[in-house]
């Protein structure tokens, strides 16, 4: 069974690192999508990043320059490395494969699976 | 950057159809997804490329995409199909969310 697995969460200060770590079962990351979403307490989901190669990698404005989507093929594993954290990062971050394509002139991006999340606390 | 308008909460009854709507400009021109999401759980893709509903889903749940609207339409409601719902887009390489509607089924 396809199957994401989240690790790495916790409690930071702000101002702190954290990587967050995601596994991948029955299927590679190799070639796929793979996204971030977090959704901070009581709120609704909100896109972080993706990644499809090394150097095709998108970020929401509310991260950029400070968090760095990567995957590890070789181990199956997506990354996300959240620098400079901030109370307003505080959420549960998913993994999630995405699928994007065409059809017509219209462009589609989905998310099929998702992990169960991990969760990460900035405070001081 | 472009935005995605979702109704805050939409209430049904058991057996009837409930609607959920998300608004956004020129959305008929984009494919919209929505996801599923219950408490404590993770989201579920419901519905994909407009109308289109991945294995296992009920076929109860469709959607439809015209103009400046997305509509995902449960019909004959189940109790257990109350949860947080969200639509979902792709503009400029970037991911866009709706703000999420609950469907509260009573």
């Known amino acids: 069974e396809v199957h994401l697995v989240e690790s790495g969460g916790g409690f930071v200060q702000p101002g702190g690192s954290l990587r967050l770590s995601c596994a991948a079962s029955?299927?590679?990351?190799?070639?796929?999508?793979m996204n971030w979403v977090r959704q901070a307490p009581g709120r609704g989901l909100e896109w972080v990043s993706f990644i499809y190669t090394g150097d095709s990698t998108y970020y929401a404005d509310s991260v950029k320059g400070r968090f760095t989507i990567s995957k590890d093929n070789s181990k199956n594993t997506l990354y996300l490395q959240m620098d400079s954290l901030r109370p307003e990062d505080t959420a549960v971050y998913f993994c999630?494969?995405?699928?994007?394509?065409?059809?017509?002139?219209?462009?589609?991006?989905?998310?099929?699976?998702w992990g169960k999340g991990t969760t990460v606390t900035v405070s001081s | 950057s472009y935005e995605l308008t979702q109704p805050p909460s939409v209430s049904v009854s058991p057996g009837q159809t409930a609607s959920i709507t998300c608004s956004g400009d020129?959305?008929?021109?984009?494919?919209v997804c929505w996801y599923q999401q219950k408490p404590g759980q993770s989201p579920v893709l419901v519905i994909y490329q407009d109308n289109k509903r991945p294995s296992g889903i009920p076929e109860r749940f469709s959607g439809s995409n015209s103009g400046n609207t997305a509509t995902l339409t449960i019909s004959g409601t189940h109790v257990m199909d109350e949860a947080d719902f969200y639509c979902?887009?792709?503009?400029?390489?970037?991911?866009?969310f709706g703000g999420g509607t609950r469907l509260t089924v009573l």
């Open positions: 979902q887009a792709w503009d400029s390489s970037n991911v866009v």
């Open positions: 020129k959305l008929g021109d984009k494919y």
């Open positions: 999630a494969r995405g699928s994007q394509g065409s059809i017509g002139r219209f462009s589609f991006y989905y998310m099929d699976v």
């Open positions: 029955e299927f590679t990351v190799s070639g796929t999508y």
